[in-house]
């Protein structure tokens, strides 16, 4: 089984489909399938909610599994597919909230300075950028310098197209898709209207296929050649929040670079879930929240990468050799920790995306941030990305083996899947379209079922096995609960 498991990767990693033997239908074949998985213990440091703590209506001091409570019925975990809008809970957060805690007790003012011994946490203003450095992998950035905690996700894009969004006369639009995440239209408008422009001349959409969402690489690109000379900014998803669709972000960047126009991506849904190399793709910059596959808590500190070629009077856009760096909204802890605490009136930046800081972080935002990072330092993307491929695999699989002979009278399915096919063009999720007016009954009978995803109206229900701490059995299980919702 270990070297089908491999041969899986393999597959997948060509961009192929993998085809499963018809025995992959049963419980035990999953369960075959976890045990053949190097990453399974990687479960063991999260509390997934059970079946019955998502119905609790009340603090009882109890916390979902096998040690709070002793009914196998109350300790049967659920199917937590909704990692892609808040991520389980790491065990280890608990205790690194405690020692921020403690640290404050303890210290008071001065944890900003210096961490007590036996401590994972270090002193409170060097907590972003031990955040930075253990993200490393998680972005593929060249140091840490390129990389900063701050803030949250809108802030955050805010911020960074206050820097990069620099409109003139003749490029002043900016290329975005049909459907970003609510936010991020908003910020993107609002952006434009600042400079006293107007969307309906300085936003240019990406239009899906009407049939299946889908946005074809080739129709990106050729937009970007035909309005390159007027653009001043691409600003995409690395994977689109609706769809599921994974771009091709070094080709789309290295081709609007080529037009002049300075390229930014969101990654929210990106980050903790499919490899990045945002360095050598010669990424301009990028914002990503952390409490989606990252598992930092719900609306927990966000993070932004800034390439070195931006960090200083080298930068490409000659206007700003004469301030010695790019413009920015500015503020104190974006100062030079050197000189953060003279509380001088000359603004003097910190190296790199530091920066671009504006206020002093929250320490148990970046505490629980330190604690789910921690997880992520035990693997590497690339294996979590292995596991990612064959467990979404598995669950289109099995989903496919559903739609054979699930048609209604008039021949229409009870779903489909929107995501790509292609192995390469998605992370860990698979977004299904349902019949119109189903939603709510389907929703329904997952949450029954102690199913755990997410709705998005009208009609799709967005499936994410998360590699950290899913199963192929929760895939299977899943699968069960699902085939009896579409058939209420």
Same mark, same amino acid.
């Given at each position: 089984?270990?070297?089908?498991?491999?041969?899986?990767?393999?597959?997948?990693?060509?961009?192929?489909?993998?085809?499963?033997?018809?025995?992959?239908?049963?419980?035990e074949y999953a369960k075959q399938l976890?045990?053949?998985?190097?990453?399974?213990?990687?479960?063991?440091?999260?509390?997934?909610?059970?079946?019955?703590?998502?119905?609790?209506?009340?603090?009882?001091?109890?916390?979902?599994?096998?040690?709070?409570?002793?009914?196998?019925?109350?300790?049967?975990?659920?199917?937590?597919?909704?990692?892609?809008?808040?991520?389980?809970?790491?065990?280890?957060?608990?205790?690194?909230?405690?020692?921020?805690?403690?640290?404050?007790?303890?210290?008071?003012?001065?944890?900003?300075?210096?961490?007590?011994?036996?401590?994972?946490?270090?002193?409170?203003?060097?907590?972003?950028?031990?955040?930075?450095?253990?993200?490393?992998?998680l972005v593929g950035a060249a140091s840490?310098?390129?990389?900063?905690?701050?803030?949250?996700?809108?802030?955050?894009?805010?911020?960074?197209?206050?820097?990069?969004?620099?409109?003139?006369?003749?490029?002043?639009?900016?290329?975005?898709?049909?459907?970003?995440?609510?936010?991020?239209?908003?910020?993107?408008?609002?952006?434009?209207?600042?400079?006293?422009?107007?969307?309906?001349?300085?936003?240019?959409?990406?239009?899906?296929?009407?049939?299946?969402?889908?946005?074809?690489?080739?129709?990106?690109?050729?937009?970007?050649?035909?309005?390159?000379?007027?653009?001043?900014?691409? =600003?995409?998803?690395?994977?689109?929040?609706?769809?599921? +669709? %994974?771009? #091709?972000?070094? !080709?789309?960047?290295? @081709?609007?670079? $080529?037009?002049?126009?300075?390229?930014?991506?969101?990654?929210?849904?990106?980050?903790?879930?499919?490899?990045?190399?945002?360095?050598?793709?010669?990424?301009?910059?990028?914002?990503?929240?952390?409490?989606?596959?990252?598992?930092?808590?719900?609306?927990?500190?966000?993070?932004?990468?800034?390439?070195?070629?931006?960090?200083?009077?080298?930068?490409?856009?000659?206007?700003?050799?004469?301030?010695?760096?790019?413009?920015?909204?500015?503020?104190?802890?974006?100062?030079?920790?050197?000189?953060?605490?003279?509380?001088?009136?000359?603004?003097?930046?910190?190296?790199?995306?530091?920066?671009?800081?504006?206020?002093?972080?929250?320490?148990?935002?970046?505490?629980?941030?330190?604690?789910? =990072?921690?997880?992520?330092?035990?693997?590497?993307?690339? +294996? %979590?990305? #292995?596991?990612? !491929?064959?467990?979404? @695999?598995?669950? $289109?699989?099995?989903?496919?083996?559903?739609?054979?002979?699930?048609?209604?009278?008039?021949?229409?399915?009870?779903?489909?899947?929107?995501?790509?096919?292609?192995?390469?063009?998605?992370?860990?999720?698979?977004?299904?379209?349902?019949?119109?007016?189903?939603?709510?009954?389907?929703?329904?009978?997952?949450?029954?079922?102690?199913?755990?995803?997410?709705?998005?109206?009208?009609?799709?229900?967005?499936?994410?096995?998360?590699?950290?701490?899913?199963?192929?059995?929760?895939?299977?299980?899943?699968?069960?609960?699902?085939?009896?919702?579409?058939?209420?």
């Amino acid at each position: 089984m270990a070297i089908e498991y491999q041969s899986f990767v393999k597959t997948l990693r060509s961009g192929l489909k993998a085809e499963f033997p018809p025995e992959a239908k049963s419980i035990e074949y999953a369960k075959q399938l976890d045990a053949s998985d190097e990453l399974g213990s990687l479960r063991n440091n999260f509390i997934i909610p059970t079946k019955v703590s998502l119905k609790k209506k009340a603090l009882n001091g109890f916390l979902p599994g096998p040690m709070a409570i002793t009914s196998s019925e109350e300790t049967s975990p659920s199917v937590y597919f909704v990692g892609n809008s808040l991520g389980a809970q790491p065990k280890c957060i608990r205790n690194y909230l405690d020692t921020q805690l403690e640290t404050w007790a303890s210290l008071g003012v001065n944890g900003h300075f210096s961490s007590l011994e036996k401590s994972p946490l270090t002193s409170w203003q060097d907590l972003a950028a031990d955040c930075a450095q253990k993200s490393l992998d998680l972005v593929g950035a060249a140091s840490p310098t390129e990389i900063i905690y701050m803030n949250t996700l809108t802030v955050n894009l805010h911020l960074m197209m206050a820097s990069f969004y620099r409109p003139t006369e003749k490029r002043h639009k900016i290329i975005a898709e049909w459907k970003p995440f609510p936010s991020d239209s908003y910020a993107i408008a609002s952006q434009i209207q600042w400079h006293g422009l107007s969307p309906s001349t300085s936003l240019i959409e990406i239009q899906p296929d009407p049939e299946t969402n889908y946005i074809p690489t080739s129709r990106i690109l050729s937009l970007i050649s035909e309005h390159g000379d007027s653009t001043a900014l691409l =600003l995409l998803p690395g994977i689109q929040y609706y769809t599921g +669709q %994974l771009f #091709d972000i070094p !080709l789309i960047t290295r @081709a609007a670079h $080529e037009k002049g126009i300075t390229v930014g991506w969101d990654l929210a849904h990106a980050v903790g879930n499919v490899e990045l190399s945002l360095h050598a793709w010669d990424v301009d910059f990028a914002v990503w929240c952390t409490y989606k596959y990252l598992n930092a808590g719900p609306g927990a500190i966000a993070g932004v990468f800034v390439h070195e070629k931006h960090h200083g009077p080298a930068d490409p856009d000659p206007s700003y050799a004469e301030l010695g760096y790019r413009h920015r909204l500015a503020g104190w802890y974006g100062a030079d920790k050197a000189v953060r605490f003279n509380m001088e009136k000359e603004f003097r930046p910190a190296e790199g995306a530091h920066g671009f800081q504006v206020s002093n972080p929250s320490a148990i935002d970046l505490a629980s941030l330190s604690g789910a =990072l921690s997880v992520f330092n035990k693997t590497r993307m690339c +294996q %979590l990305r #292995d596991k990612a !491929l064959v467990l979404t @695999a598995y669950l $289109e699989w099995l989903l496919e083996g559903l739609l054979a002979g699930n048609s209604d009278k008039n021949g229409q399915p009870a779903f489909k899947i929107i995501t790509p096919g292609n192995p390469l063009e998605r992370g860990s999720q698979l977004s299904l379209l349902l019949k119109p007016g189903s939603l709510d009954k389907v929703s329904k009978a997952l949450q029954e079922g102690g199913v755990v995803c997410d709705a998005r109206k009208p009609d799709v229900i967005r499936v994410a096995p998360v590699p950290m701490y899913c199963r192929f059995e929760d895939v299977w299980q899943f699968i069960e609960v699902f085939r009896k919702a579409i058939h209420l």
